[in-house]
């Protein structure tokens, strides 16, 4: 049936405060993962909106066409229902909160309780999408591939190398799964913390091919705990992506500002927002 959120004003029903604390009570969870579902909301958020094409302005957060099959079968989204349906009950709390808004400011709270920057986050998506609006299956990155693969989704977005570089940050967060991707592990010993992990371990360690039958990827030499995609270290290979992991290694403020605007950006990509929509920037809570 129609969505208490398909038309452009129900926004303005919702008190997002009052969402952004009922999403931040639900992270912690012992018996998922690391400890927080903060990661995968980060994940979804991401997945929601990396869809968008800048030629023919397909795609993107709004409308939330990555719930509807057959893009939420798509092989890059693989767990991310287990996000979804964690979120579900406060769609049923906030009827009039749209899909759209939900995913991207569960994205938010990831960041931003995990101990990360304050992320600009705008309401007035709106559930006015169908499946048929659904995005192609080549829309995401394939972590088997390098820089050139990298650039070509990410400028399709819109995004430049800086922002590109800044963005994969988020790899600081969260783990890779066999059941989901087929790659395994976390990226760095706290991935329940938003640091600049990803890019002094990246540039600090000896990456070997993990010995295994799974998908080839890259494991840390002295204690292989740690991993890296393919696509990860394009970050470490490619020069110009390089002088950015540098610069986020040694300066972890600077890549806190560039992840922020980044991130913020590429929630938005797409969404054409009421002109007297609030920007919130949310306090983080203790
Ligand atoms: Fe990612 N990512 N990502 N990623 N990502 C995976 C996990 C997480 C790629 C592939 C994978 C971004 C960029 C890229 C997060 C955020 C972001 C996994 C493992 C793969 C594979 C999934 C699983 O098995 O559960 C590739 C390739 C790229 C690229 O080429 C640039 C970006 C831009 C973001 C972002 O948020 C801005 C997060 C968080 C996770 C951890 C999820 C979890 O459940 O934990």
Same mark, same amino acid.
């Given at each position: ?6 038309? +452009?004003?129900?926004? #303005? ?17 012992? *018996?998922? %993962? ?13 997945? /929601? ?11 993107? *957060?709004?409308?939330? @066409? ?5 893009? !939420?079968?798509?092989?890059?989204? !693989? &767990?991310?229902?287990?996000? #979804? ?24 709270? &990831? ?8 992320? =600009?986050?705008?309401?007035? #998506? ?8 659904? @995005? ?9 591939? &390098?820089?050139?693969?990298?650039? !070509?989704?990410?400028? #399709? ?17 969260? =783990?890779?799964?066999?059941?989901? *991707?087929?790659? +395994? ?7 329940? /913390? $938003?640091?600049?992990? $990803?890019? @002094? +371990? ?17 494991? %840390?030499?002295?204690? &292989? ?17 390089? =002088?950015?992991?540098?610069?986020? /290694?040694?300066?972890?403020? !600077?890549? $806190? ?15 054409? $927002? ?13």
């Amino acid at each position: 049936g129609a969505s208490a959120a398909s038309t +452009e004003d129900s926004w #303005r029903k919702v008190n997002f405060h009052n969402v952004y604390k009922d999403i931040a009570a639900l992270l912690e969870d012992e *018996s998922y %993962d690391d400890g927080s579902y903060g990661p995968v909301f980060v994940r979804l958020a991401w997945h /929601a909106s990396g869809t968008y094409d800048v030629g023919s302005k397909t795609g993107g *957060s709004n409308g939330a @066409t990555i719930r509807f099959s057959p893009e !939420a079968d798509h092989g890059a989204n !693989a &767990g991310l229902g287990v996000a #979804r349906a964690r979120l579900e009950p406060l769609k049923k709390k906030y009827p009039h909160i749209s899909y759209g808004d939900l995913y991207t400011l569960a994205g938010v709270v &990831g960041v931003q309780e995990l101990g990360g920057p304050t992320v =600009r986050w705008r309401p007035g #998506r709106v559930d006015n999408k169908t499946k048929e609006q659904c @995005t192609p299956d080549d829309r995401l990155p394939d972590a088997a591939q &390098g820089a050139d693969h990298v650039r !070509a989704i990410f400028y #399709r977005m819109g995004f430049d190398d800086q922002e590109i570089a800044a963005l994969v940050g988020a790899h600081a967060l969260g =783990r890779c799964h066999s059941t989901r *991707s087929g790659y +395994e592990g976390p990226w760095n010993a706290s991935p329940t /913390a $938003f640091t600049n992990f $990803f890019y @002094t +371990e990246l540039l600090q360690n000896t990456w070997v091919p993990k010995k295994w039958s799974g998908p080839f990827q890259f494991v %840390d030499k002295p204690t &292989g705990e740690f991993m890296m995609l393919p696509a990860d270290l394009a970050f470490r290979t490619d020069p110009v992506f390089r =002088r950015h992991a540098e610069r986020y /290694a040694a300066d972890q403020d !600077a890549f $806190f500002a560039d992840f922020a605007k980044a991130f913020s950006r590429l929630l938005e990509l797409g969404v054409s $927002f009421p002109a007297d929509a609030p920007v919130y920037e949310f306090k983080a809570l203790d």
